[in-house]
Every structure is written in C-alpha cells, then in structure tokens.
C-alpha cells in the first residue's frame, strides 16, 4: 500500500473505512480547544504579547478579527456566528473592536515593538460582509492606524457571494484587500436547499470576474464535502463548475456534524448523510480531479495552483496550519479581535468570551475579553511539532524534532511508534530510519496519525466533541 494510487484506494472495503472512521480532531491547534481552562486570562494574553515583543520587536504578526453577523444560520454552520436582520448592531461592535486594538497597540508600544509589521490580516465570520463597505473601510482605518501593515500583507477575508456586492469588493481594494474566500459549499440544488445557502453558479461567476477585474490577487473557494443528499455524482457536478471558475486554492472540508453541540444541525435528518464509503469516494475524484488540472495537493484538505505562495510554502516546508487553516505564515504571533476569537503566541492560546455583552464589558473595564485558554509545557510544544509536521508536510523528521526539543525520539515515543505499527501494516504510514511518513492513503487519514501523538485525546468523553475523520 506505501506506494499505491488513487485507484487502489477506491477499491478499500467499506468494513476498512470504518474502522478508521472515528470521531477526531482538524488539529488547527495542540493541544486542542476542548483541552483549555478558564485559568488564562487577559492579562495572560497581555504579559505574553509584552515578553514576545521585547524579544524580538521587529517580528511579523498576524491578525484576525471576527465578524460574527449574518442575516441567517445555514444549516451545515459550525462557526460562532449570529443571525440577525438588525444591522444596527454592527456600530457598537465595531466601537468594541476599536477599544481591543487600543489595548494590544499600547501592549506593543510599551514594549518598543509598536512597529511590528502585521504580514496576515484576515476577517472571518459569520459573514464579515454583513458590514456595510463604508464600515469595512472604517474597519480597516482603524487597523491601520493602530497597527503597522507591511505593503506587502496578505490580506484576506471570508465572503458569502449572496450578499456581497460590487460595493462591497471596490470598498475592500480600496482597503488593501488581495485575497478573497468565497463560501461555495456545493452547488447540488437539493443540497443548497436542505442547508438553507442557495447560491448560483451564475451569480458566483459574476463575482469571481468582477473580483479579477478590480485586481484581487487570489480568489478562493471553500468546499463541504458529506452535505446532505450528495452523492461522488452530484458533487462531480459541482466540481465540473469549480474547475470552470478556476480559484487559485480550494479548501475541501469535511462537514462537521455535532448536532448535540450544534443544536441548528439537528434540523438536518443524519438518514439524508453520505455514509462513509460514499464520502471517501467523493474525495478521491476531488482530489483526482484537482491535480489533474493543474493544482498541487496541500495538506489533507486543501489545493492550491503551482505557482501559488501556499504551494511553494509546501515545497520549502515552511508551511504552517493555525485557526485561520494552512498558512505561509510560519512563526508569527496571532493576535484575535472580537468575540470567539484565539490568539496564539508560542507559548499561549487565548479565547476571546464568546458574548457580545461579556464582550464589551470587559473592555469597558480596560480588559482584555479572554474567556479561557492554556499555557503549553514543553511536552505540549513537543508534541504539537510532531503533530504540525505530519498534517502539514506528511512526514515528521526524527533528528530535526530531536535537534529542536532535545529529545530521543524514539525513546520519547516509543509507545507511540507501536501504536503506529498497526497504521504501517495498513498502509497509512511507512516507519523508515529517521522518518514518520504518511502513504497516500495516510494523507486522507492524517487526523487518525496524528492522534496517536496526541495525549489529551485519550481521555474518556461524555459527549463526543470532534467531528469523524471520514
């Protein structure tokens, strides 16, 4: 199986799925969320924005800020999002993202680093084009003035093409804006109408060469794959008009089904659900599909054009996955504004409240909204390299994470590299001198190695708290 094609893979027996079919972390961060306490607080997140940035003043920062509106929940959502038609809403949020950004700003200055230069901006949601265009001009003005931008920043925002206008994109240019994300889902009618996101390929074509005009560098697409009613047929359908709209990247998501977390996906019948045999197929030919026409695989769930920045971040091996998914940004601080969001250092995770009222309150107060968090020990730091480097670059390089952790490798993970012997014989991972390799059909299942570095996952649950990896 270590060198086996796509076509050997879609002759695996369904009883052989399933048995890796298990509920498991997307690993956008270790140790994971459900593992943080309410113990790391705002001023946590302060004094280690402060440490970093008096070490090392002149290194790059990224930014995300969350927009949670939207005017309705879709169905197959698993974002913290807010469905409301009250748009005025919006003013006094943006107030509260101003007063969170006056906070870090005073961080950064106090420690000398105030011109720390911000090379990722991203706005997510919800649906951050929910703002008006004059808002999000607004918004960026005021992240401008508060935070060095480089000229160079890649900034990118998530946007649903059923209400973002020509107004909307002209605003977003004239920001700075080069990258947009466009929510696509599947374009299979009955699918669209089940999830409640009705969306055309009509008026996403019309968006996607509007966006070319104005000049955004890359327009990309975010695809669900294990929606209700889609069968490998129906979804080939939607991948025959993706290819046509040719996005620079495509990230390809398993569909999270939580219903006892996500009490709005209860709406959806789990009989209408793609069984896992049917899914694996599904993303097989996507995966055939892309690479035929021009795209590099990236990761276990994303594909990116050849030329493309994330493609040569895969080939240098500089490539990193954080809550915002594969990014080039290796190495750099995320700061996260507004509510639900995480903010990562090193060394620290900090969530924001996920409240619009505990929200504002807090930063009323002069503080920092941080709800929970952790503060990861060296075995933390350890493992998560470990993890990092096989759900980025599918292999982990024993004397590279030696030389980093000052560890014996296999000494250190000796009951891991036997939990793997099983995965080898499988043909899911080759154990070969100073490498942990994935197959081809490890790629698939990159959440199931992973999880044998993971510690925290072998805790007994109550409620399962992780989508399945199929």
Request: a negative charge; hydrophobic letters at 40%.
């Amino acid at each position: 199986m270590t060198t086996a094609t796509l076509g050997d893979l879609r002759a695996l027996p369904a009883a052989f799925l399933e048995r890796y079919n298990r509920p498991g972390p997307r690993y956008t961060s270790y140790p994971t969320a459900p593992e943080w306490t309410e113990k790391i607080t705002g001023a946590d997140l302060t004094d280690h924005l402060r440490s970093r940035s008096v070490a090392a003043p002149c290194a790059p920062l990224s930014i995300y800020v969350h927009i949670p509106f939207c005017e309705h929940r879709c169905r197959f959502c698993g974002c913290n999002a807010i469905a409301t038609g009250h748009r005025e809403i919006t003013a006094p949020y943006l107030d509260t993202l101003r007063m969170e950004m006056d906070l870090h700003a005073r961080t950064l200055a106090e420690a000398g680093a105030a011109h720390r230069p911000v090379t990722q901006l991203h706005l997510g949601g919800g649906t951050p084009t929910y703002l008006g265009p004059a808002q999000l001009l607004e918004l960026s003005a005021s992240l401008r003035s508060r935070f060095q931008i480089a000229p160079d920043a890649e900034m990118s925002i998530e946007i649903n093409p059923r209400v973002t206008s020509d107004d909307h994109l002209r605003a977003l240019r004239l920001a700075g804006f080069n990258r947009l994300s466009l929510g696509i889902q599947d374009f299979h009618r009955p699918t669209q109408e089940i999830i409640e996101r009705l969306q055309t390929v009509e008026e996403t074509a019309r968006l996607v060469d509007r966006a070319r005009e104005l000049g955004f560098e890359s327009v990309n697409f975010d695809l669900v794959y294990g929606l209700p009613l889609q069968t490998a047929e129906t979804f080939e359908r939607t991948l025959d008009a993706v290819l046509d709209l040719g996005p620079d990247r495509v990230a390809l998501y398993n569909f999270a089904y939580l219903p006892a977390r996500l009490g709005h996906q209860r709406a959806i019948e789990p009989s209408l659900l793609p069984s896992g045999e049917v899914k694996f197929a599904t993303l097989l030919a996507a995966h055939e599909r892309f690479t035929a026409s021009g795209y590099d695989a990236i990761g276990m769930d994303h594909f990116a054009r050849a030329g493309d920045p994330l493609a040569r971040a895969r080939r240098e091996r500089t490539m990193q996955r954080n809550f915002m998914g594969y990014t080039t940004q290796a190495g750099t601080d995320l700061l996260a504004l507004g509510v639900s969001s995480i903010s990562a250092t090193d060394g620290l995770f900090a969530q924001n409240t996920k409240r619009l009222s505990t929200h504002r309150t807090a930063l009323v107060r002069g503080e920092l909204p941080v709800e929970r968090g952790m503060t990861l020990s060296d075995e933390d730091r350890l493992r998560r390299t470990v993890i990092t480097e096989l759900m980025c670059h599918g292999v982990a390089v024993k004397s590279e994470i030696e030389a980093a952790h000052g560890v014996d490798f296999d000494e250190h993970f000796a009951g891991e590299l036997t939990a793997l012997a099983p995965m080898a014989a499988d043909g899911l991972v080759v154990l070969r001198g100073d490498r942990v390799e994935l197959t081809l059909l490890g790629i698939f299942f990159a959440r199931n190695v992973a999880m044998v570095f993971d510690t925290y996952i072998r805790r007994p649950r109550a409620t399962p708290l992780f989508s399945r990896t199929l």
